[in-house]
């Protein structure tokens, strides 16, 4: 089946980033064994975001209690979680090589592929796709 509702323990930022995705994610491309994979997304999204602000904020470099300078740790969150929104976002077509690997003709097929009353445009896209990705 399709993906509509985030999982209940999102908080609002995470419930935003979920629905940005189905908002912009190729037709019929998500369905809901995608759920989790689309949940890994969101989190690190918004978990980047919020480390990006603090290391914006307090800077790259940060002084400890004891007067040394060291790394802000929350550069390591914000480049942790980038690495994970690459990944997941690949995983689900998110990037330009990702969704070429998928095939050029997903949005022209998936757009004729099936009526708005059989809800399985991604089937129908599955059943056409071309060779080289096979």
């Not at 330009?96 to 009526?115: C, D, E, T, Y």
Request: proline share 7%.
């Amino acid at each position: 089946g399709e993906l509509w509702a985030p999982p209940g323990w999102f908080d609002d930022e995470q419930r935003e980033q979920w629905h940005y995705a189905l908002d912009h994610a190729p037709p019929g491309l998500l369905t809901g064994t995608d759920r989790e994979t689309l949940a890994i997304w969101c989190v690190a999204a918004v978990e980047y975001s919020r480390a990006v602000r603090r290391v914006r904020t307090e800077g790259q470099v940060v002084e400890t209690s004891n007067g040394n300078v060291v790394q802000n740790p929350h550069l390591s969150v914000m480049n942790k979680q980038a690495l994970i929104m690459l990944r997941a976002g690949a995983e689900m077509g998110f990037s330009p090589a990702a969704r070429a690997s998928l095939g050029s003709r997903l949005p022209a097929v998936v757009g004729r592929a099936a009526g708005p009353s059989d809800g399985n445009e991604l089937a129908g896209y599955l059943e056409q796709k071309p060779d080289a990705i096979n």
